[in-house]
């Protein structure tokens, strides 16, 4: 009895100060506290289940004294928020933003009374916090050394992880235990074009877990603004995640003037999947948009000069010379290699394709001049984004395309080289803008230069933002490649259409995506905002595009259908040839009817790396689409439909994987019918192995 006395006596020794706030629901709980030496610590459960054990809050610093320990609380302050707004495009028409706030003011008296806050905001479905720095006599600008947010966690979770990384998040997700990640990290670094791992046991976020007692729990940031991406180490022995930011080239993590803040660090917690699915708590913790004007912001359907490429048959190079300077070389005296894709004609055939059958746009790379020695050579002035090949009618493009109503979408490969992007930058929207182009995918293959930069620090954060608001003045949305995962930035700034940071479906021409990629991408990579993915693809054989891949798309033909309702986007390409949808243009329907932008959405089905089956009501129509897609192995969906409106009947097309389908051996096989539901109709659908099917609803 003595010693438990001495024990209980100790802990409470331990806690110099705590302080509890709960979800409006009460289901989610905040325990903000103190430790002895005046560490702040917090910890969070869920349905009284413990999600994140006592974990320490603080900020190492380079350059003046650190923000880690020796804290007393000045004054702590409540609030309560709730309101609903709506989204210039997304997968709901309102969102509600309902959350109990924590503000702690922290006070460290051996640094002359120095404070900075810590906010915490508690929603229904998980946490958001942020480190907050006033503007004060001794904390004006500093230098970050690292964050050391922890996230201790309440066991060995199983996890869908993707190595820590500053520069890609291009890589198969690994699933397994946290436990297994040092032993399984080498053979989950595969090659990349610009990478580099930090640790053994590093990981990216977001971070998707699954605990042994059913919580789902995913670990990420909202609002990246003028600081550094994070990464999260684990210590292995004890469980305990803490962040780990991207350094610049002299090493820092951050430069910081007052008053200022960090990113929102984000768990959201569910016991069921499809609530991690449809979580809006990054967005929440955004600001409204910046925008007066938002009228010009439109989701995109669209088609392009792409696959070719990737698959190998066309190239982005106009001829096959090795060594060019630009502005140096006449290409109209050069030899063309016979198979460069974005030329006049080609490109008519596309937008006659996309007009034919109802798209927006049409994407084309591989137009401007320098793609001959582009990639590998850490080239400063490589494109100057205005200059087109000989073989490229602008003037002419822009006048087809405009009478068949049709856009082209601008292409923008900075190969890495930033500081020339931003050289050529207002010329280059400009000159969009006087051609009619009011979209651009950039791109960021390479290492970065200035060298030493990375793609997911501090420097690279600011200009992804500032290409972004420089882009809004000439009303263009931009699809950034390669660039920093999402963090719901997207709400502040729309015309942020689309992003690609992760592997996406140009990987299935460079050796194939694992079947389970895109049951785990929507729990991962989409939490922050959509990713143009780009699916669609019917012929699953790359040779017969190219005889020198042998590479296999791993899925079924009906599941790339169903990739455009589960992989949300407002941004979504049919990448396909067009002479391979005209030979399956009984299936091609699907994609033609599929909405992209949305007035309600529902997860029917889901568990992280099985399957996912999700209904959504298309904006401003009385019209509903269901995706479902499978891993590996085949599976029964059970969707209910009582999500229509009772007392209606409704035609529902089902564009489902054939009998004898299997995305490794039959992936062409389909069936299509037509049946009626009502809000009671149960319907059983089979899934062939990495096997999808697609509903439409009208």
């Not at 709960?22 to 969070?44: C, M, R, W």
């Not at 007009?355 to 001049?369: C, I, Q, S, T």
Request: hydrophobic share 35%; with cysteine; net charge neutral.
């Amino acid at each position: 009895m003595k010693k438990l006395l001495s024990a209980v006596m100790l802990l409470a020794g331990m806690v110099l100060h705590s302080q509890q706030i709960s979800s409006p629901d009460k289901n989610v709980t905040l325990a903000f506290s103190l430790s002895q030496k005046g560490e702040p610590t917090y910890a969070l459960t869920y349905k009284k289940k413990p999600v994140i054990k006592t974990s320490k809050l603080g900020i190492d610093t380079k350059d003046v004294p650190a923000m880690l320990e020796g804290f007393s609380i000045d004054k702590t302050e409540t609030a309560t928020f709730d309101e609903t707004w709506s989204p210039v495009w997304g997968e709901q028409k309102n969102i509600r933003n309902n959350y109990n706030e924590l503000l702690v003011t922290l006070s460290q008296k051996a640094q002359n009374g120095r404070y900075i806050r810590i906010r915490f905001r508690v929603f229904n479905d998980g946490l958001g916090f942020r480190y907050e720095f006033p503007q004060q006599k001794d904390l004006n600008y500093f230098i970050i050394k690292e964050e050391k947010t922890q996230f201790a966690l309440a066991g060995d979770h199983k996890a869908f992880w993707l190595p820590g990384d500053y520069d890609t998040q291009e890589y198969n997700t690994t699933t397994s235990n946290l436990s297994e990640v040092r032993g399984k990290m080498k053979d989950a670094v595969t090659y990349n074009a610009s990478q580099e791992t930090f640790s053994p046991t590093g990981i990216q976020t977001p971070l998707m877990l699954k605990s042994k007692d059913g919580l789902y729990i995913n670990i990420h940031e909202a609002a990246l603004v003028d600081y550094s991406c994070m990464s999260l180490n684990l210590d292995d022995k004890n469980m305990v995640l803490e962040s780990w930011l991207t350094p610049d080239a002299e090493g820092n993590k951050g430069y910081i003037q007052a008053s200022a803040q960090s990113p929102w660090r984000t768990v959201i917690v569910s016991d069921k999947a499809g609530d991690i699915l449809m979580s809006k708590t990054i967005y929440n913790l955004n600001e409204p948009t910046k925008y007066k004007d938002v009228s010009w912001i439109k989701p995109v359907k669209y088609v392009g000069v792409w696959w070719e490429m990737i698959t190998g048959k066309s190239s982005w190079a106009y001829n096959d010379l090795t060594n060019v300077k630009l502005g140096e070389l006449d290409y109209s005296k050069t030899k063309p290699n016979g198979k460069h894709g974005a030329n006049t004609a080609h490109v008519k055939e596309y937008i006659d394709f996309a007009a034919k059958h109802g798209f927006d746009a049409v994407l084309v790379e591989g137009w401007n001049e320098g793609w001959e020695d582009w990639f590998g050579h850490s080239k400063d002035y490589v494109f100057d984004f205005v200059t087109p090949y000989p073989d490229f009618d602008v003037k002419e493009l822009h006048r087809y395309a405009a009478s068949k109503g049709i856009k082209i979408i601008m292409h923008h490969e900075t190969s890495g080289s930033v500081r020339n992007y931003e050289r050529h930058l207002q010329k280059a929207y400009q000159f969009m803008a006087d051609n009619g182009y009011n979209a651009v995918k950039s791109g960021y293959v390479g290492g970065i230069v200035p060298h030493g930069e990375r793609h997911y620090g501090q420097y690279m954060v600011n200009h992804y933002l500032y290409c972004v608001t420089e882009a809004e003045k000439y009303k263009i949305m931009v699809n950034a490649h390669e660039a920093i995962r999402p963090t719901g930035l997207a709400r502040t700034y729309p015309n942020l259409i689309g992003n690609e940071s992760a592997r996406g479906t140009e990987f299935e021409a460079f050796g194939g995506n694992n079947p389970d990629h895109t049951t785990i991408l929507p729990f991962t990579r989409l939490m922050g905002g959509p990713m143009d993915y780009t699916p669609g693809i019917f012929e699953m054989n790359v040779s017969k595009y190219n005889p020198e891949n042998n590479s296999h798309v791993n899925t079924t033909l009906t599941k790339q259908l169903a990739l455009y309702v589960t992989m949300y986007s407002p941004l979504q390409m049919a990448a396909d040839f067009p002479e391979t949808y005209n030979k399956f243009l009984d299936a091609f329907q699907f994609i033609k009817d599929v909405a992209v932008d949305w007035d309600e959405s529902r997860v029917l089905e889901a568990e992280p790396g099985d399957y996912i089956t999700i209904a959504r009501k298309a904006k401003g129509k009385n019209e509903w689409f269901i995706g479902a897609i499978t891993d590996e192995n085949a599976r029964t969906a059970e969707i209910s439909f009582d999500f229509l409106p009772k007392g209606k009947t409704y035609t529902a097309t089902i564009y489902a994987d054939g009998d004898d389908a299997s995305y490794d051996k039959n992936p062409q096989s389909y069936a299509i019918k037509t049946i009626k539901v009502t809000s009671k109709t149960k319907l059983k659908q089979k899934l062939a192995r990495g096997g999808g099917a697609a509903i439409s609803i009208k």
